[in-house]
């Protein structure tokens, strides 16, 4: 289900260039950064990168 969201021209602006040199839409860049945020939050004790590298695997799966 997709829905409409405003969000800052500064957050767009900064996922617009983080987008594109991750081969991603400005939208899924910031769907990433949402999954890879409630990650964290929900798993303190675990250092980013492996949770960020463990989404990547999820989500391409």
């Given at each position: 289900?997709?829905?409409?969201?405003?969000?800052?021209?500064?957050?767009?602006?900064?996922?617009?260039?983080?987008?594109?040199a991750?081969?991603?839409?400005?939208?899924?860049?910031?769907e990433?950064?949402?999954?890879?945020?409630?990650?964290?939050?929900?798993?303190?004790?675990?250092?980013?990168?492996?949770?960020?590298?463990?989404?990547?695997?999820?989500?391409?799966?």
């Open positions: 289900m997709a829905i409409a969201l405003k969000l800052s021209d500064e957050l767009v602006e900064i996922a617009k260039s983080h987008a594109a991750n081969q991603r839409s400005v939208p899924k860049q910031i990433h950064w949402a999954w890879l945020g409630k990650a964290v939050e929900e798993n303190p004790d675990l250092p980013v990168q492996l949770i960020q590298d463990t989404l990547l695997v999820l989500l391409c799966q």
